[in-house]
């Protein structure tokens, strides 16, 4: 195991390039410490001097010295977080995403990452299984807060069986831990028909409702199946029924927490109320959306901004546009309706709903689907086409590429088209109303 950083990026004219850094430099030591990730290294670096040894490409090893003000930033980017390697996941879930991916696809979508560095800087969700003493104490000692931990069931017997894990037994304490720290926490919850939902899930949302204001909130995501589940855990998605009843058990505790504590502070993702053919609630029931990043408020959010910017005038186009706005066959029963109210003069759009063929027809979220589905749901379509509007959703984070490694250009070269992204709203109605 190493601990160096290895520098992606070194920002023109900062003090890093005039000390002669350069992309592929490995950072070995700070101040004669070596370097665990980037938390590290911001204290290390916050100093006004500074001695860097510094390996280059060649194998060769240099001291750099570094005077500064405190707190100034040297303009150093990095390939990984993480210096000494993401710490790996050791649970067996019932309902892991990954162990349901195909074989063959890019090697990073088969990691499973479970590192409490990366739930505080990035907000990635964490079990706390694989916590040791010295990192709950890394953790206070640094107070590494807020982090993002994955409870599924405060029950310690059916957590271990959902995690394939005994550690996982002790998530009550181990919160516990946290929160006498001073560490505040955004949980979720993975909801599985017949197995922590019903009674289980109202005595999780009490225990973890009883933990506030340290628990700052807490999402609920129902589980996702693909058709690759050979030797999976047997396991079944909410239906309509089932995705009301936990709809009317969510909106009594939101009602009872607004009451006690200003905020819903439990919040259902997006997949319920489309699954359930309800209505998504309204802003003020996502206060200021602490968990957007988890599907939880998107529509919503979508729905406001796009308000917002229908206000923003166009005089259309001089000759016919066709555009094509692809999306997930959730996302059709929200987008469809407002596109065919849009009036610009001359556009004419259609809404692509794009059956998820890759993952299996279960899996409807815009987020999953791959180049490849998209392609050949729009080579199907018959008429004209100036153009392909494309979610920036599908694509993964910071990249232009789906999951299966196709890219927007390809699928450009594919339909000999004109393809671009739209992330937001915003983004939307601008391609739309301002093509040419």
């Known amino acids: 195991m190493t601990n160096t950083g290895i520098i992606s990026r070194v920002i023109s004219g900062s003090i890093a390039d ?17 370097i665990r990730d980037i938390i590290d290294l911001s204290f290390a670096l916050a100093e006004e001097y500074v001695e860097l040894i510094i390996e280059k490409a060649n194998g060769e090893q240099e001291l750099l010295e570094i005077e500064k003000d405190f707190d100034e930033d040297i303009g150093i980017e990095f390939e990984s977080a993480v210096f000494d390697n993401v710490r790996q996941c050791a649970n067996r879930c019932i309902f892991c995403f990954v162990d349901q991916m195909p074989k063959g696809m890019r090697e990073s979508l088969y990691i499973k990452d479970d590192d409490y560095r990366l739930s505080f800087l990035y907000g990635n969700f964490i079990t706390l299984t694989n916590l040791m003493s010295r990192d709950f104490e890394r953790i206070n000692r640094l ?22 894990n005994k550690q996982a037994s002790n998530i009550m304490s181990q919160l516990s831990r946290l929160f006498d720290s001073g560490v505040e926490i955004h949980t979720q919850i993975v909801l599985c028909p017949g197995i922590n939902d019903g009674y289980v899930l109202e005595k999780t949302i009490r225990d973890l409702y009883a933990a506030t204001p340290n628990v ?6 129902p589980v996702g199946l693909t058709r690759y589940r050979e030797g999976c855990y047997p396991l079944s998605v909410f ?3 089932k995705a009301r009843e936990v709809i009317v058990m969510v909106h009594r505790w939101q009602e009872r927490c607004r009451q006690e504590i200003g905020s819903s502070f439990v919040y259902l993702s997006d997949e319920f109320y ?7 609630p309204e802003a003020n029931f996502y206060d200021g959306f602490p968990q957007l990043e988890n599907g939880v408020g998107i529509v919503r959010n979508f729905l406001t901004e796009w308000e917002e910017v229908l206000a923003m005038k166009s005089d259309g186009y001089e000759m016919p546009l066709y555009l094509d706005v692809v ?30 063929v890759f993952f299996g027809s279960s899996v409807t979220v815009t987020g999953l689907l791959t180049g490849r589905d998209i392609l050949d749901a729009l080579q199907k379509q018959q008429g ?3 153009g392909v509007i494309i979610p920036g959703i599908a694509l993964r984070k910071g990249e232009s590429v789906f999951l299966d490694g196709i890219t927007p250009a390809d699928l450009e070269r594919e339909l000999g088209t004109p393809v671009r992204i739209a992330y937001f709203a915003q983004d939307l109605y601008t391609l739309l109303s301002a093509w040419r």
């Open 18 to 34: 005039e000390m002669g850094l350069t992309a592929g430099d490995k950072i070995v030591s700070v101040n004669g410490k070596t």
């Open 143 to 164: 107070h590494l807060s807020p982090l993002y931990v994955s409870v599924h069931t405060t029950d310690g017997k059916l957590r271990a069986e959902m995690l394939g």
């Open 216 to 221: 700052l909130s807490l999402a609920i995501v």
């Open 239 to 241: 239906n309509q029924e």
């Open 274 to 280: 489309l699954s359930a053919g309800m209505e998504i």
């Open 327 to 356: 999306c997930g066959v959730s996302a059709h029963k929200i987008l469809e309706p407002l596109l065919r109210q849009l009036v610009i003069p001359n556009l004419i759009v259609r809404v692509i709903a794009v059956e998820n």
């Open 384 to 386: 004209c086409r100036s």
